[in-house]
């Protein structure tokens, strides 16, 4: 059987490289997976039907690559396999990965399989790179950084609150409103950065939870959010981080 391959090269592109670089190419026949809410099944004796608790969450994903790889730079293909498995299986972490069949989105991965090639000949060979993702996925838009005036707006798309990254620019004591919630900040010296995901404020480095009186900090919610404020503030950067299943 003769295995169908994308007439436009697809690829997909992780920790800044891209799988062309080393001469994969995708092929057609793959799944894109959707995530899974984690719940658990509580059955009842003699009650018909099950109970559920709902964990709210959602279960990471596998991604798989079914890839050719052609040889290329008088490299064997297990030259190239090798180089493959370094820049893939040894990266620390989670890191973007993009996916052309949709570049609207990147995803957080991480890489612990490669099956072992299969060498066709000494120039062409074939293996599955499988990546495990967060559920979410990341709008590429909503990750540029937003500068935001008083009263100033901003429409999430997605099906998701996200969390976003927001930058204070300013002095001493301040109430940040996203929507109707309230974010008190005590004495700030210049700036403040609060990352709604992690749950931390910093400044360069320095970690400046003290400085923030507000827990849990806000999400943007589904459609339009609203920054206003009281206080000595000179600017304000918000990356929105829109997600989505």
Same mark, same amino acid.
């Given at each position: 059987?003769?295995?169908?391959?994308?007439?436009?090269?697809?690829? *997909?592109?992780?920790?800044?490289?891209? #799988? !062309?670089?080393?001469?994969?190419?995708?092929?057609?026949?793959?799944? *894109?997976?959707?995530?899974?809410?984690?719940?658990?099944?509580?059955? @009842? %004796?003699?009650? /018909?039907?099950?109970?559920?608790?709902?964990?709210?969450? =959602?279960?990471? &994903? !596998?991604?798989?690559?079914?890839?050719?790889?052609? +040889?290329?730079?008088?490299?064997?293909? =297990?030259?190239? =396999? +090798?180089?493959?498995?370094?820049?893939?299986?040894?990266?620390?972490?989670?890191?973007?990965? &993009?996916?052309?069949?949709?570049?609207?989105?990147?995803?957080?991965?991480?890489?612990?399989?490669? !099956?072992?090639?299969?060498?066709?000949?000494?120039?062409?060979?074939? @293996? $599955?790179? #499988? *990546?495990?993702?967060?559920?979410?996925? =990341?709008?590429?838009?909503?990750?540029?950084?937003?500068?935001?005036?008083?009263?100033?707006?901003?429409?999430?798309?997605?099906?998701?609150? #996200?969390?976003?990254? &927001?930058?204070? *620019?300013?002095?001493?004591?301040?109430?940040?409103?996203?929507?109707?919630?309230?974010?008190?900040?005590?004495?700030?010296?210049?700036?403040? !950065?609060?990352? $709604?995901?992690?749950?931390?404020?910093?400044?360069?480095?320095?970690?400046?939870? %003290? /400085?923030?009186?507000?827990?849990?900090?806000?999400?943007?919610?589904?459609?339009?959010?609203?920054?206003?404020? @009281?206080?000595?503030?000179?600017?304000?950067?918000?990356?929105?981080?829109?997600?989505?299943?």
């Amino acid at each position: 059987m003769i295995e169908r391959v994308l007439k436009i090269p697809n690829y *997909f592109q992780f920790a800044g490289k891209k #799988s !062309t670089d080393f001469g994969m190419r995708i092929l057609i026949d793959r799944v *894109f997976p959707i995530p899974e809410q984690d719940v658990e099944r509580i059955p @009842t %004796t003699g009650v /018909s039907g099950d109970n559920f608790i709902d964990k709210d969450r =959602y279960k990471n &994903i !596998t991604m798989d690559y079914p890839v050719n790889i052609q +040889a290329y730079d008088d490299l064997t293909i =297990y030259e190239i =396999y +090798a180089e493959i498995s370094k820049w893939i299986r040894f990266k620390r972490g989670y890191n973007k990965l &993009i996916d052309t069949a949709d570049e609207r989105y990147y995803r957080l991965a991480r890489c612990f399989n490669m !099956t072992e090639i299969i060498n066709v000949n000494n120039w062409f060979g074939r @293996t $599955t790179i #499988s *990546f495990d993702c967060k559920p979410f996925k =990341y709008s590429i838009i909503g990750s540029q950084v937003f500068n935001i005036e008083k009263g100033g707006r901003l429409n999430n798309v997605e099906i998701f609150p #996200s969390n976003p990254v &927001i930058t204070i *620019f300013g002095n001493g004591d301040i109430n940040f409103f996203v929507n109707d919630y309230k974010v008190v900040l005590k004495g700030i010296k210049d700036k403040i !950065t609060i990352d $709604t995901g992690l749950q931390i404020a910093y400044k360069e480095g320095v970690l400046l939870n %003290t /400085s923030v009186e507000t827990y849990p900090y806000p999400q943007l919610a589904v459609g339009e959010n609203r920054f206003t404020w @009281t206080g000595n503030v000179t600017k304000v950067e918000v990356t929105p981080n829109w997600r989505t299943i």
